[in-house]
């Protein structure tokens, strides 16, 4: 059974910042592109970052500068460092294993707000 569990999210004022962590069981951690994706109020869900198996990182114009993703194999878990947060940037994010299949965690809420 495939689980992705997210975690880290919260509140966070305007400029703060926050570390989402996604611990993936039941996969070949190592040979999967893992990504982040958030989908906010009224709006369809969009990538923020992804991270393949070889290191090649790719990231939503939105966020580049701000966001960096990682990825700890020997721990199944990748992570989404998140600085200067904006408050457009509040959205539930989603942890994304793809291969030949897409898993999806649960998400995690993240609000950027003073």
């Known amino acids: 059974q495939v689980q992705l569990v997210e975690s880290g999210g919260g509140l966070v004022q305007p400029g703060g910042s926050l570390r989402l962590s996604c611990a993936a069981s039941g996969i070949a951690f190592s040979i999967y592109r893992m990504g982040w994706y958030r989908q906010a109020p009224v709006k369809q869900r969009e990538l923020v970052a992804t991270i393949t198996s070889g290191l090649n990182t790719n990231y939503a114009d939105s966020v580049k500068g701000r966001f960096t993703i990682s990825r700890d194999n020997a721990k199944n878990t990748v992570y989404l460092q998140m600085n200067s947060l904006k408050p457009e940037d509040t959205a539930v994010y989603y942890c994304?294993?793809?291969?030949?299949?897409?898993?999806w965690g649960q998400g995690t809420q993240v609000t950027v707000s003073s």
């Open positions: 994304n294993a793809g291969l030949v299949s897409n898993y």
